[in-house]
């Protein structure tokens, strides 16, 4: 039943080694969102597809990028690794334009070695 | 997204109404007042949302003020396994542009067997 599906739920990477998350949804929405949170945060935004247009944040850094090859499936790609991106990653989906809820997956736990 | 003022935390005895308030003072007449939870290594929950009349579903009851400043959550029997950090937020996409939530701390509610 899940509509937000995140994989792996745990991933460990070294530091400065490139790594992927990855997100999945079967609700057909056109938004999809990728937050990071870290241990004790509140979830923060890094950046959002509105379909195929992508939003960063202002504050998001460059070392994240994201890739949304079709409507159903989002990455989110950490081009070199730091201590300090070891957090829960989320992502969520919605309808744009519209007051409907977010929908969330239960994100990926990511370490750095 | 704009700011809102939960308690830190609550507790609140198992089988009890859970109530839960939020204060956003600086709401503006469009936007949604929107509750969500965090259950320990989940990802954010929807619970309820309403615009100005008190909402009820399945999971909880939302009561508003007539000034739109304040709002409650009320879980009506709550049970351990309501145990999570809340999220009070407000927002109207509507009118265009799909930015992401914007989460304050929330309240950390505790139920006690």
């Known amino acids: 039943d899940a509509m937000v599906i995140q994989n792996p739920r745990y991933q460990v990477t070294q530091f400065g080694k490139p790594v992927t998350l990855s997100c999945s949804q079967t609700l057909n929405h056109n938004v999809m969102y990728w937050y990071q949170q870290k241990s004790s945060q509140a979830p923060k935004l890094l950046f959002h597809?509105?379909?195929?247009?992508?939003?960063n944040e202002a504050d998001t850094p460059d070392n994240f990028q994201s890739r949304r090859p079709n409507t159903s499936f989002c990455f989110l790609d950490i081009r070199s690794p730091g201590l300090g991106d070891a957090a829960m990653y989320l992502c969520?989906?919605?309808?744009?334009?519209?007051?409907?809820?977010?929908?969330f997956g239960d994100g990926t736990r990511l370490s750095i070695l | 997204d704009a700011k809102t003022t939960q308690p830190p935390s609550m507790d609140c005895a198992e089988g009890r109404a859970a109530n839960l308030p939020c204060n956003h003072s600086?709401?503006?007449?469009?936007?949604?007042v929107y509750w969500y939870r965090q259950i320990h290594s989940q990802g954010p929950q929807y619970i309820i949302h309403?615009?100005?009349n008190n909402e009820t579903n399945e999971m909880a009851s939302l009561i508003i003020t007539e000034d739109r400043k304040s709002s409650t959550l009320i879980l009506p029997h709550a049970t351990l396994r309501d145990t999570a950090v809340y999220y009070c937020i407000y927002y109207n996409y509507s009118g265009g542009g799909a930015d992401g939530l914007t989460f304050g701390k929330g309240t950390h509610l505790i139920i006690q067997p």
């Open positions: 309403g615009l100005k």
């Open positions: 969520a989906t919605s309808f744009g334009r519209t007051n409907q809820p977010q929908h």
């Open positions: 597809y509105y379909d195929k247009d992508f939003n």
């Open positions: 600086t709401i503006s007449g469009n936007e949604y």
